[in-house]
């Protein structure tokens, strides 16, 4: 027997209808270079509804793929409803990656149009002629002074929409499971992957980020996501803070450490989510601005170092709690927080428990699973695959017409991540696969050791990689940037790991960089810090000269 209740789709326009019916006087704040703009979600809602008209104005099919270069802002918000709300694909596209990656990405997704902020004209345009599907490339004019070519692809936003006059257009997606974004993993091996999220992962992703033990995001909160729109619908933040009613801060281009701090500080912002490298930048000028609004810090896509929680609680009373998610996963899957089992802690272990991934998200199952394919136990201990399961998980790429090899045979979601849970269910991080290092037989924890060597106050940032060892195997190598004035030396940086991990996982080498190389969303680049190692070995693949390593003392 079936049950009896109304079958209503899940769909982004039940969000949309929302934010503008009950907190259309909240507001949309986006930074620019000289200033700030703001606007009501009522506003904001008004525009999307008419540039869902200028889609179809521009003969947009209902399906096809729309592109997006832009920063943080109200414009890429109106896009994130305007298309899917209206039956096409928001596909948003990473402006740092390789230029062979987007135009491999673009052509794969066969975007139809393309929108892209004035400031990164310059980065985009020279990439058009590579991109066959595209017919127009629509200009949303933040202020910068790139110029704009003569082509008569280039249409400019604001006129779109002006010419879309008052024009009211009717939103509805009848299907739940029809698609409505498309997001590239970041591609650390191979050619990046298409994720396709449906409405319903969508709004039940936003629904989770709502919940008291996820992020509690509620009417009253004033939310930035520092994190790139481009990268998984931003964490779905934009969406939790519609369906919550708050209001949304949104950097823009302003990205500057000094800039970030400012805004939260000006807006009195109460909840904000970007990776570790941003919570680093910050960290030195936390002591020059008043941060009292804030309750939540969260910084997703890797691992926190405790050293730099601790800062955060020293400096603000706010330690940074850990999420864990991919590309595929839309993205949060574990997130921590204090559960009862946690009330004997002291401070310091509470500040370790929530920077830790933390347990599963209702709706979505974890499993660890091991080398000889048994699942292992949740003692705290072993480690093993981690997988996951959910409506808000990947069940294959685009292109692939059955589940491929990112995928178990009963459906569950290979991550690559190795994990330790315990027996609550609180999931740690011990390495990606291919980042372990294996010494001797014995697996050291990259990650581990990289927050051991960062929790030394002299160190800025620190990397860790395997290089191969005749004797060993592989023995650690750990890249390290020191803090400006702080004259370490390799015997230091050995010296302070001798009461924090055991004596075999010190690493021989310690290279002093500048700068630890990133991905394109701000992740520590091993691939890259590999073929610098190679490259300063002289016997591995060739590497672009001038990079930041070429300032490497090697010690
Ligand atoms: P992406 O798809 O680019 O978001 O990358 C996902 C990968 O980032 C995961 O598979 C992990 O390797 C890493 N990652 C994400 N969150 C965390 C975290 N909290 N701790 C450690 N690694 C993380």
New binding site residues.
Partial sequence: MQGLMQERPLSLPLVLRRVERHFGHKRVVTGRADGETEATWAEVCGRVRRLAGVLDELGVPDGARVGTFGWNSQRHVELYLAVPCSGRILHTLNHRLFRDQITYIVSEAADDVIFVDRSLLPVVWPLVGGFPSVRHVIVMDDGADASLPGDPRLLDYETLLAAAGGSVRELAVPDEDTAAALCY??GTTGNPKGVLYSHRSIVLHALLLLMVDTFGIRERDVIMPVVPMF??NAWGLPYAAMLAGSDLVLPGPAMAPGQLVAQMERQRVTFTGAVATVWRGIRPLLSGHDLSAMRMIV??????DDALSRAYQDAIGVPIT???????TS?VV?TSYLATVHDGLDAVGRRLVIGS?GPAVPLTEVRLVSDDGAQAPWDGTSPGELQAAGPTIAARYLGESTPGTGFTSDGWLK???VATIDPHGYVR?VD?TKDLVKSGGEWISS?ELENAIMADPRVAEAAVIGAGDPRWGERPVAYVVPRSGAGLTAEQVREHLVPLVARWWIPDQVVFVEEIPK?A?G?FSKRELRSWYWRDAGTGPEHDAGSASTAATKE
């Fill in positions: 993993t970041s990268h998984v910084c997703g896509g890797g691992a926190v850990n999420a864990w998610g991919m590309t595929e993205p574990t991934p991550t690559g991540d991080i990606r990650v991905t969303t992740k």
